[in-house]
């Protein structure tokens, strides 16, 4: 059976946000929006009451107002984020009760970011970054930022195989595609080839896109794909050597121009 | 009396698939290029590859 949801207990407490491969959670203070909207076309006629809308077809995506604490450390916040213009891979993870693990929420986005002054907030010094989609990285699968975290961060050390212990139910197949973000956070001569995989019965599973990522740096890498994913889809590790730390989020495509029901 | 349906395997429909599979129940896995039939996957399982976008199986 594919993992159940944890229901209303997403802390921030539990949250965690990665960038580039590097965990800023110790230095997160909030964000002001994750941003997942379409713009309004206007189909109101001259004789009728009620102003009706389709969505314009463009949906606006991005993180702002990501506030951090200034901690110069390497690969830490200021480390990662004081270069505005910079491209990159963000997922933002929703832990439920905990630590966030396979299916619990998560935004990502392949992104570029844009905007980092820095101020005070009270005696503290920090840093406030704007993330938006970044056209280098874009592709028509890009248009979802909003999925499910298929691998939580803990440490890799043997195979992880996909299926119903660690599978996300999405209660029925999708056919707009899909985008994958993974992050490399912390390795030992890690070794492996990194999976997304899909099933119609929880079962038996087939591969829906292949990581360039192997697990021996710290890095992050996104993927895409178009058309069909099955109903279960999950994260799957083939170890060769060594260990790692890994996350991963995954988010189905969105039919995009629906028209009203 | 009426001629048993065959079962061979040789006579089984088989499907030849076109990424990395595996079952979870049996725990074999298999690669592209290889060619599978009803005693490797369901049938349901089988037809759901053949009909998605890109398939992950073709009827050969």
Known sequence: MAVTPSGKDKLTRHMRIYVNGYDLSGDARTFS???????????????????NYLNDGHRMIGISGFQAIMNDDTGRAWDQLKTPDTAGRVSVCFGGGGAPAAGDPAYHLATREMRVPQGFDGPVVVLTADFVADQGQYDSNTNNPLGVVLRGATEISADVTAGSSNSHDNGLSTANGWTAVLHVINTSSGNYTFTIEHSSDDSAYSTLGTFTADGSTVTSEYLTGSGTVNQYVAFNAA?????????????RGYPVNVAAA | MAKKKSTKTSERQKWELLTSCRNNKTGKTYEAGDIVTTADFPKAVLDNWTSITPPAARSV
Do not use: I, K, P, Y
């Open chain 1, 239 to 251: 170890r060769t050597a060594g260990s790692c730390t890994v996350v991963c989020t995954f988010a």
């Open chain 1, 33 to 51: 929006t994750l941003e997942n909207a379409f713009g309004e076309a206007d189909f109101t006629g001259w004789n009728e009451a009620v102003r």
